[in-house]
């Protein structure tokens, strides 16, 4: 069993940046898949990063490549989403997801078995 509580949403400027942290609490983090996710107003839930047990392999969705980096200290339980250059877009609630079904199952919602509670961030034009 796993417990995720994310922090560090908020409101911001288009072209600002902001850091998410996921921290996580029970057993065994560094063998879990670790993911973001988002869902903004009236959409379904979509896939932002991902990043392996040891933090090797990393991956992006497409409108996020270039300008948010994910990361985690597995010495901490503690997983990061680093947000550069936002967009009005980007404005969703974001969640933090663990997984232990490997690595090729990355982005789909469906793999993951736990989640946090979601944090607010919100762009302004």
């Known amino acids: 069993q796993v417990q995720l509580v994310e922090s560090g949403g908020g409101l911001v400027q288009a072209g600002g940046s902001l850091r998410l942290s996921c921290a996580a609490s029970?057993?065994?983090?560094?063998?879990?898949?670790m993911g973001w996710f988002r869902q903004p107003p009236g959409k379904e839930r979509e896939f932002v990063a991902a990043?392996?047990?040891?933090?090797?392999?990393?991956s992006y969705a497409d409108s996020v490549k270039g300008r948010f980096t994910i990361s985690r200290d597995n010495a901490k339980n503690t997983v990061y989403l680093q947000m550069n250059s936002l967009k009005p877009e980007d404005t969703a609630v974001y969640y933090c997801?663990?997984?232990?079904?490997?690595?090729?199952?990355?982005?789909?919602?469906?793999?993951?078995?736990?989640w946090g509670q979601g944090t607010q961030v919100t762009v302004s034009s």
């Open positions: 029970g057993r065994s983090f560094s063998s879990y898949v």
């Open positions: 997801a663990a997984q232990n079904e490997g690595w090729g199952t990355e982005m789909a919602v469906r793999r993951y078995d736990y």
């Open positions: 990043i392996s047990w040891g933090g090797g392999r990393t």
